[in-house]
């Protein structure tokens, strides 16, 4: 799985005044990686990505959801919004939500409706984020 994060930060143009990436990640309970303004370089953030390990536990979307609005698309924490008019989440999932799914469509609806674009992906467990 971090492969494929590492191949989505390889895509992007990393900078102050180019994009930004934020990692969260989720089971029984969200960890914030890092926000939009930790890392400017590509290997700052593959390093953060390195040292992000595996969550053992539930899937729980929805929280993993709450934090990614809370605290990587929060726009009073940051002034994102004017620099950064397109936001774009996506999201790694080992499948479906199995604890409190049924506010999972509610903390998306919550994010799209911030103008946070969403994209899913749905993998079989990896064992190595």
Known sequence: MKEFVYSVVEKVSIGRTDDRVGLVSYSSDPQLGFHLDSFFTKKDINNAISAMQYLYGSTITAAGLKMVRQEIFNISKMAIDLMYPIHVLIMI?????????????????????????????????????
């Open 93 to 129: 999932t080992d499948g479906n939500s199995n604890v409190n799914s049924i506010d999972t469509i509610p903390e998306g609806i919550r994010l799209r409706e911030a103008g946070v674009h969403i994209f899913v992906i749905a993998i079989n467990f990896a064992g190595d984020m």
